[in-house]
């Protein structure tokens, strides 16, 4: 059965399941994705979401009940507030994967947390000798993920790839950072909460275009660590849900030939990539 479930990275209950988990780990086998819009086609799954948002989301997707009325501003959150790392201009990344090079631009002006901490584990090395362990193109194509670092590791089982979490050094803690999305015309992004009302979506600096890449997540907004993925064309049901932070600039034709259990063999930073605790 196609599975095009919201890319996320933690294998917990979420309210808005409409997949129920003993049918998905039936007919999968795969513990990782058990939420999300059910359908067969995305299609059906962009003719539910795009009826009008407040009135379908409302029925599907409990979690956004508060968001179908007037757009509360996020909390405070982010960058100079949460002294993670944020990436100050721009930078280019380079992922040498089984298939081939790709390059990725990042965008620290739209999002400038989360394109940090995507640097911050590039530095790392975090996402070296990782998996991409889900690819969706069937029947319609729609995202390649991976990043997670449990699936670097050879004593992993693939079962469990999609559920780990970048862990603090210092702290052995999960380290995980808000939704953050930027409003056009807004002097700084939003943080903590989804943003469902259309006349904002329609707004946002960065949006799920073919090449977009964006973090996954659990249920929790706030719960994006160092899974990320690729959108294999426009996909603006996840506009307002899951963080763009940046597009592939060079080697989309590689991504488009990656497959499920292919390795991210090394991701370098080719340019920019300064990272500030400051606002930037």
């Not at 890319?7 to 129920?20: H, K």
């Not at 997707?61 to 790392?85: D, F, H, I, K, Y």
């Not at 100050?88 to 090079?101: F, M, N, P």
């Not at 193109?137 to 449990?150: A, I, M, N, S, W």
Request: hydrophobic letters at 35%.
């Amino acid at each position: 059965m196609p599975d095009f479930s919201p890319p996320c990275s933690d294998p917990s209950a979420d309210p808005s399941v409409l997949l129920s988990r003993d049918r998905f780990a039936a007919e999968s086998g795969h513990p990782v994705v058990t939420r999300g819009p059910q359908g067969s086609t995305r299609d059906r799954l962009r003719g539910v979401l795009g009826r009008s948002l407040c009135a379908g989301l409302l029925v599907l997707l409990p979690w956004v009940l508060s968001a179908c009325g007037a757009e509360p501003r996020a909390q405070t959150l982010g960058c100079g507030v949460s002294g993670a790392a944020c990436l100050s201009g721009t930078a280019l990344v380079r992922l040498q994967t089984a298939k081939g090079e790709v390059e990725i631009s990042l965008d620290g002006a739209a999002a400038p947390l989360t394109a940090g901490n995507f640097v911050d584990l590039v530095k790392r090395g975090t996402y070296n000798n990782t998996v991409f362990h889900r690819v969706v193109r069937e029947p319609v194509p729609f995202v390649v993920q991976g990043g997670d670092p449990l699936s670097a590791n050879p004593k992993v089982p693939a079962s469990q790839y999609g559920t780990g979490s970048f862990i603090e050094p210092s702290s052995g803690e999960a380290r995980l950072i808000p939704l953050e999305l930027t409003v056009k015309g807004e002097s700084e992004p939003r943080y903590g909460e989804p943003i469902t009302n259309p006349s904002l979506t329609r707004q946002l600096a960065l949006v799920h275009q073919r090449g977009a890449v964006a973090m996954a997540r659990s249920n929790d907004p706030n719960s994006a660590s160092a899974q990320f993925y690729v959108a294999l064309e426009a996909l603006p049901e996840l506009d307002g849900r899951y963080a763009v932070f940046g597009r592939v600039t060079k080697g989309m034709e590689v991504v488009d030939k990656i497959q499920q259990g292919d390795r991210l063999v090394k991701a370098t930073l080719v340019e920019g990539g300064t990272l500030v605790t400051d606002k930037p």
